[in-house]
């Protein structure tokens, strides 16, 4: 019979991939440091590879080993999920969901979704973690986020992804400014030059490029935001213009400010927001309540699919 690795070996390998010292990988999987080793040995010996290579000070993972590491983290998560489901069967829309939200999205659609997800199903829980897509997509492959709010593009290869509306680019300047002249304005390469971007991590930032056709924009001088308040900041001192979604502008981001919105030329460019998870998920009832939720507040419905390599989104 062909061999079977025990999900508590694969466990004790992605520990030790992680920590890369037996002490800490030990504790954190609640055994001896001889049971985790003893553990990862019958783990190379059924495989017939070697996984790790040590010595006294060092640890490292050999290059097959990280492609079983792969491997072996889908396998674990996939489990998780089925406990998860089973935990879950007969009782839909009670459990805690984990939801991811980039910055750009949070505070423009939560405080119209969560009080209507609270209205229609009052036993269901979300706990909310902000940070960038990188950030969110890495915990939710890791089982420590169920779902997370993305913009598209972005890699989401092999997740599945269920896209809820497009949300359009306006362009933010002061009152004035020559780019908002006409109700509708274009961006050429000229005025690209004065566009004012958020700093590395934020997808808004590549998307904003991909708006003005442009991948080669970099603030020498170092005049990036950190945050779309920062951005609008800039923007009203005078330092340049911003492209800023639609969401953001009907969500009275510009309210108090000297600064006007307008839409640009169709086709205007846009960014699709998107509620993404595991395709092993064992929360798709609340993973489908959450999309109508947020369809039902703000627009176009889209289709639900798993991405692979092969399609674009």
Do not use: W
């Not at 050429?188 to 991909?210: D, I, V, Y």
């Not at 213009?241 to 169709?266: F, H, S, W, Y």
């Not at 609340?286 to 092969?310: H, M, N």
């Amino acid at each position: 019979m062909a061999y079977l690795p025990s999900l508590r070996q694969l466990s004790y390998f992605a520990a030790l991939a992680k920590e890369l010292n037996f002490t800490r990988a030990a504790e954190a999987c609640f055994v001896g440091q001889s049971t985790l080793s003893a553990g990862l040995k019958e783990l190379e010996e059924g495989l017939g590879v070697r996984l790790v290579e040590r010595d006294r000070q060092n640890v490292s993972i050999t290059p097959i080993g990280l492609e079983i590491l792969e491997r072996a983290k889908g396998i674990l998560t996939a489990s998780e999920d089925l406990i998860e489901y089973a935990s879950g069967a007969g009782k839909p829309m009670t459990a805690t969901i984990r939801l991811g939200v980039i910055p750009t999205i949070a505070p423009f659609l939560l405080p119209d979704v969560l009080p209507e997800i609270r209205k229609r199903f009052p036993e269901l829980k979300i706990t909310l973690r902000e940070d960038l897509s990188a950030n969110l997509l890495a915990r939710l492959s890791d089982h420590q986020l169920d779902f997370a709010l993305i913009a598209l593009p972005y890699d989401v290869d092999g997740l599945l992804v269920k896209e809820l509306f497009d949300d359009e680019f306006c362009l933010v300047a002061l009152e004035g400014d020559p780019a908002l002249k006409g109700k509708e304005v274009h961006l050429p390469a000229k005025m690209a030059e004065r566009l004012l971007l958020l700093e590395e991590g934020h997808c808004l930032r590549e998307h904003s490029l991909q708006a003005c056709k442009r991948s080669d924009i970099r603030k020498a001088d170092g005049m990036e935001a950190t945050s779309l308040l920062t951005l609008l900041q800039m923007v009203e001192s005078g330092m340049g213009i911003a492209l800023l979604p639609e969401m953001a502008v009907k969500g009275g981001l510009l309210n108090g400010t000297d600064l006007v919105a307008r839409p640009l030329a169709a086709p205007a460019p846009k960014r699709i927001i998107a509620l993404v998870a595991r395709a092993s998920t064992a929360h798709a009832a609340e993973f489908q309540a959450l999309s109508d939720c947020i369809q039902g507040r703000f627009s176009r419905p889209k289709g639900a699919r798993t991405v692979r390599k092969e399609t674009r989104v």
